[in-house]
């Protein structure tokens, strides 16, 4: 019963090539998004979507396109690998009142360019 | 291990000993602060989280204090066990939108059964 969960665990590629991480979360909530966490572990907000509208996008190569197909779902799609995008992604959900903001994270992909 | 060479902060205790991790906030717009646990492998977990009109918040073992006059948050531990080796972040909301957390550097804590 994962509230979030994203594929692949891992994911090891070639630079230049095109590769997607996919999200899904059950728990009804209304926003979800991706986060990049680097090498020395700092987690930084890359995009938000509330019901499948961009809310978030925070200077983001334009190589980076999320999609949400509806409000349980958000992938994102990478277009030619760097070498600099090797970190672990992190897809995230919440409910978005001002009552409850926390956000409930997915186990991560580790994305390896070489 | 995984965090050796990341230069985190570090705080090592003697299970059942009381742990405190220490953050400083930057923006004092920032209106709502939550605490993670990342074990290993695994995604950012929701331990307790506090808004600005709060200066302290309880939960199963865990306090959060909240100063906002020099802008400093704290998790209190108490009793901590070998469970609770982790890598803890905080996290800031300054209210300009929802879910957009900035997370502090992280601290590994070790718990020594």
């Known amino acids: 019963d994962t509230a979030v969960s994203q594929t692949p665990k891992y994911l090891v590629t070639q630079m230049g090539n095109d590769k997607s991480i996919k999200c899904e979360q059950n728990?009804?909530?209304?926003?979800m998004y991706w986060y990049k966490q680097d090498s020395k572990k700092f987690l930084k907000i890359m995009f938000s979507?509330?019901?499948?509208?961009?809310?978030i996008n925070e200077t983001v190569p334009n190589r980076f396109s999320p999609k949400s197909p509806d409000k349980a779902h958000l992938n994102l799609h990478i277009n030619s690998l760097e070498l600099g995008d090797s970190a672990v992604y992190f897809c995230?959900?919440?409910?978005?009142?001002?009552?409850?903001?926390?956000?409930?994270f997915g186990s991560g992909t580790q994305l390896s360019v070489l | 291990g995984e965090n050796v060479g990341l230069h985190l902060p570090t705080l090592s205790v003697q299970e059942g000993d009381n742990s405190i991790i220490n953050c400083a906030y930057s923006?004092?717009?920032?209106?709502?602060f939550i605490w993670y646990k990342q074990e290993s492998g695994k995604g950012p977990q929701f331990i307790i989280d506090?808004?600005?009109?709060?200066d302290k918040r309880q939960g199963q073992r865990v306090t959060v204090l909240l100063n906002k006059t020099v802008k400093h948050l704290s998790l209190q531990i108490a009793a901590t066990q070998p469970g609770d080796s982790a890598v803890y972040f905080c996290?800031?909301?300054?209210?300009?939108?929802?879910?957009?957390?900035?997370f502090g550097q992280g601290t590994i804590l070790t718990v020594h059964p």
């Open positions: 995230a959900s919440s409910q978005t009142t001002r009552e409850d903001e926390k956000l409930f």
């Open positions: 728990l009804g909530h209304d926003t």
């Open positions: 979507y509330n019901n499948k509208e961009l809310i």
């Open positions: 923006n004092s717009a920032s209106d709502y």
């Open positions: 506090i808004r600005s009109n709060m």
């Open positions: 996290a800031e909301n300054i209210g300009t939108s929802y879910g957009k957390l900035t």
